[in-house]
């Protein structure tokens, strides 16, 4: 599945790149949508990097239970572009201290734990947002 590429008005803030396979994606597009985020989704980290370099995201968003690559694969990735202001929250069921601290390692932001509300993500894409302008 190719990404479904939602594009940016000159006044929107730069796209939230969602990489995310299942039924979820759904809502995690819906709720950025409803918060001002543009959105572009791929099904799998296979071209995070072209999109990375296409779209410009400033906030990244991955299920850890992504196929073709690892998340911490994907992560490594995202850490070895240009890109000091981009930031990574990463989507799992359930996190343990254990994937915490490897995706931190690999480049990891933030956390949310699955099941999350709406509102919820929003914030954490709204903070990782506003540190990523501080960079």
């Known amino acids: 599945m190719e990404p479904r590429v939602s594009l940016p008005s000159p006044e929107a803030p730069p796209v939230v790149l969602v990489i995310e396979e299942d039924l979820i994606a759904n809502l995690i597009e819906g709720s950025l949508k409803h918060g001002g985020y543009p959105v572009v989704r791929a099904a799998h980290g296979g071209s995070v ?4 370099r296409t779209h410009k995201p400033r906030v990244v968003i991955l299920d850890y239970h992504t196929t073709r690559r690892t998340p911490l694969e ?4 995202l850490a070895s572009t240009d890109r000091e202001d981009l930031r990574v929250l990463v989507v799992a069921e ?3 201290r254990n994937l915490e601290r490897a995706a931190r390692e690999a480049g990891a ?6 099941p999350f509300l709406p509102g919820d993500l929003v914030r954490r ?5 506003s540190a990523s302008a501080v960079v």
Not at 74 to 77: D, G, T
Not at 109 to 114: G, T, Y
């Open 49 to 52: 990097f072209e999109l990375v």
């Open 74 to 77: 994907v992560m490594r990735l």
């Open 94 to 96: 359930p996190i343990s």
């Open 109 to 114: 932001h933030d956390f949310l734990a699955r």
């Open 125 to 129: 894409v709204d903070r990782l947002y």
